[in-house]
């Protein structure tokens, strides 16, 4: 079983639509969880940062994580076509110096 | 704003040639990653280094070998470049316990 697992899509919304990306994982020492987008030829940006469970908001976005399930979601309401790209999710255990493990990435289409 | 910059977003180059990548970030990061992305496989950790002159080899070593001698820079060395490296590479630094930053990616052609 890999460490993390990420729906590999693709998938299409129409603008509007409320997005839910997931991804779970086998590690119960991860600490840390990350979303990432990456728009096409660029490098991943990180988009939501939390530690631990529960939720947390950012404009349009809400990442939840939920350590009891090793499940960590991303929603974005009202999407729009500028929120096209690929989606990483990422997390790491509490060490100091260590690594992230990534998601292999879904990519995201929202339709006009 | 955190800065990471690699020194060029497209490079072509030819087998048996010897790489480099410069990566630089502006935050005084302690750690600083190498990784390449491909289609299908995802991000891999290629190199790291935690600190100056400390190296440590991710999952995908073979090939490739890393120079950091200054805290902002790290170099990604390809010693003699061959097709099946061919690929996007991303950098990316990190204060430590803190969020990982990536640069925009170099992408690199070896024909």
């Known amino acids: 079983q890999k460490e993390v697992e990420q729906d590999p899509g693709p998938l299409s919304v129409p603008e509007g639509a409320i997005v839910s990306l997931n991804c779970t994982y086998s590690?119960?020492?991860?600490?840390?969880f990350m979303w990432y987008r990456q728009y096409s030829r660029k490098g991943p940006e990180l988009l939501m940062y939390t530690y631990s469970s529960g939720n947390k908001e950012d404009g349009r976005f809400t990442a939840q994580v939920d350590k009891s399930s090793k499940y960590i979601s991303l929603f974005i309401r009202d999407s729009q076509p500028s929120d096209s790209a690929t989606y990483l999710c990422?997390?790491?255990?509490?060490?100091?110096?260590?690594?992230?493990?990534f998601g292999k990435g879904i990519t995201l289409s929202v339709r006009p | 704003d955190v800065k990471v910059t690699q020194s060029s977003r497209y490079l072509v180059k030819r087998t048996g040639e010897k790489v480099f990548l410069e990566c630089v970030q502006d935050m005084d990061h302690e750690n600083m990653f190498w990784y390449r992305q491909d289609p299908g496989l995802g991000l891999r950790l290629i190199y790291f280094s935690y600190d100056v002159k400390m190296k440590e080899k991710g999952d995908i070593p073979e090939g490739y070998s890393v120079s950091r001698e200054k805290k902002e820079r790290f170099s990604l060395i390809l010693e003699s470049a061959s097709t099946n490296q061919t690929s996007m590479y991303l950098c990316?630094?990190?204060?430590?316990?803190?969020?990982?930053?990536f640069g925009p990616g170099t992408r690199l052609t070896v024909t």
């Open positions: 990316a630094s990190r204060q430590v316990s803190y969020e990982q930053y």
């Open positions: 590690n119960s020492a991860f600490q840390y």
């Open positions: 990422a997390m790491r255990h509490t060490g100091a110096n260590s690594k992230l493990t």
